[in-house]
């Protein structure tokens, strides 16, 4: 079976952009990956997903695992054939959720003791779990199994956690084994202090990896506090494997952190957003149930050329929100998922050009207008 790669194609100050290669397809860097958790992007077909520009979709360990179960996805032939997505599948570990859904949980050394959120039943995941489960799914590129603290924590609950994953990152290295094709990836845990940033990227990097994530960050802290953990936090880590920050974000959380030198990021916000009645456009956020767009025979971006504005007026987008109509969120997830992708190639086509700068302050100035005028 073929290898994976990372090749940087360029760099304009700390922003990159390069392409990881999977025997499933290549992945542009800096990449946005839209979040599956149940199989599924949420109200999307995963034609119409990949028709947004997504080169790799997120899936949940945590949530396949309860439900359908991991070894019923295997004996289906994997999560790419179940879902009918032939594409890379990046999965998570599971930890991240196992804190933030479950009910009763224990942890200790081994791993966590939970109870599904689905139906109250009992389960253990550890890093050999996690990974194996991972397996199960097929997933292309596999996270190790980590523990996130809430922030704001203090710095000995920090550093302990922090240390802790590092056990479990080296269990989780053992476990994953030799598997040509899969990549997997380290998580540099530590909270908002840089020393112990720089001890966990230590560690990781001398397990070795096939890239890294910065965890721990999108978790309440705020965006100048991120923002302030990324002008380092990236630096700790090695120049030629990825590096994905987990759970990030809204336009320009992501914009900020490309320009920090990340080049992987996932959310739910477009999807989710979709579903509420909210767009993100180039011209900031707009909210389609608001009583201005009834009358708007206006596409939501006259620019854009995703279904939802080539077809369809904020008018009508207007109606069937407000009737409850499928139709709504999958037209303004679509729209949406079409709009974070392509922030993605503007930052990849402007880094590639040496005027990231230029790009990034454009994109800001049409956000300071505001959406278009009402008619
Ligand atoms: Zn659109």
Redesign the pocket.
């Known amino acids: 079976m073929a290898q994976t790669s990372f090749e940087l194609k360029a760099q304009d100050g700390q922003a990159r952009t390069g392409v990881i290669s999977t025997p499933r397809g290549d992945i542009r860097t800096p990449a946005f990956m839209p979040v599956g958790t149940a199989a599924t992007v949420k109200g999307m077909m995963p034609e119409s997903v990949r028709a947004t520009g997504a080169d790799i979709l997120l899936g949940n360990t945590y949530h396949l695992m309860l439900r359908p179960g991991a070894e019923r996805i295997d004996r289906l032939g994997g999560l790419h054939k179940f879902m009918n997505w032939d594409r890379p599948i990046l999965t998570d570990s599971g930890g991240f959720q196992v804190m933030s859904l479950s009910d009763l949980r224990k942890l200790t050394e081994e791993g966590v003791t939970f109870k599904s959120h689905y139906d109250g039943s009992k389960h253990h995941l550890t890093p050999e779990r996690s990974m194996e489960v991972q397996k199960l799914l097929g997933s292309d590129i596999v996270m190790a199994f980590d523990e996130c603290p809430a922030l704001p924590a203090d710095r000995d609950r920090i550093a302990q956690s922090m240390r802790l994953s590092m056990r479990w990152a080296q269990r989780s290295r053992d476990a994953f084994g030799d598997r040509p094709g899969h990549m997997l990836f380290g998580i540099m845990q530590g909270g908002l202090e840089s020393d112990l940033r720089e001890e966990s990227a230590k560690a990781l990097t001398d397990i070795g990896f096939d890239g890294y994530a910065v965890g721990g960050l999108a978790v309440g802290e705020g965006q100048d506090a991120m923002f302030g953990c990324l002008d380092y936090a990236p630096g700790f880590l090695p120049e030629d494997k990825p590096r994905y920050l987990m759970g990030v974000g809204k336009p320009d959380d992501i914009v900020g952190a490309v320009k920090r030198g990340i080049d992987m990021m996932d959310c739910v916000l477009p999807s989710r957003s979709g579903r509420t009645g909210q767009?993100w456009?180039r011209r900031g956020q707009i909210n389609i149930k608001n009583a201005r767009h009834a009358d708007d025979p206006r596409?939501?971006?006259e620019h854009?050329?995703?279904?939802?504005?080539?077809s369809y007026s904020r008018a009508y987008l207007h109606h069937v929100f407000r009737s409850h109509e499928m139709i709504s969120g999958m037209l303004l997830t679509?729209?949406n998922l079409?709009?974070f992708q392509e922030i993605m190639q503007g930052m990849r086509d402007a880094i590639s050009e040496g005027r990231f700068d230029a790009w990034e302050a454009d994109f800001h100035a049409l956000r300071a207008e505001g959406d278009i005028e009402k008619l």
Request: aromatic letters at 12%; one cysteine or more.
């Open positions: 767009a456009t596409p939501i971006d854009c050329t995703c279904p939802a504005c080539s679509w729209h079409h709009y």
